[in-house]
């Protein structure tokens, strides 16, 4: 049993991940931002589901994320599948 007011570890880095890779991408730093964000999409689709709206989000920062690096063809693909589940 938790004790109350507790929140789990995976509940910490479904919030830290995202602030962490925002700063990352803000200092230009968009290599590292870019594993950040898998990973919180990864999680974000585990834990949340594909359609919440905070997985979604996950899937924007990253097709931006895929852009600012050239990866187009990945950007375009998020992209696509973010427009199918809205």
């Known amino acids: 049993m938790k004790a109350p007011g507790r929140r789990s570890p995976g509940a910490d880095a479904l919030s ?26 990864t999680d974000r ?20 994320t895929y852009g600012r690096l050239g990866r187009h063809p990945n950007a375009d693909r998020l992209r696509g599948q973010e427009g199918e589940r809205v």
């Open 16 to 41: 830290a991940r995202p602030n962490l890779a925002i700063t990352n991408s803000r200092l230009e730093r968009n290599q590292e931002a870019l594993e950040l964000q898998e990973k919180v999409r």
């Open 45 to 64: 689709e585990r834990v949340l589901g594909p359609d919440h709206p905070d997985t979604l989000s996950a899937h924007a920062d990253l097709a931006a």
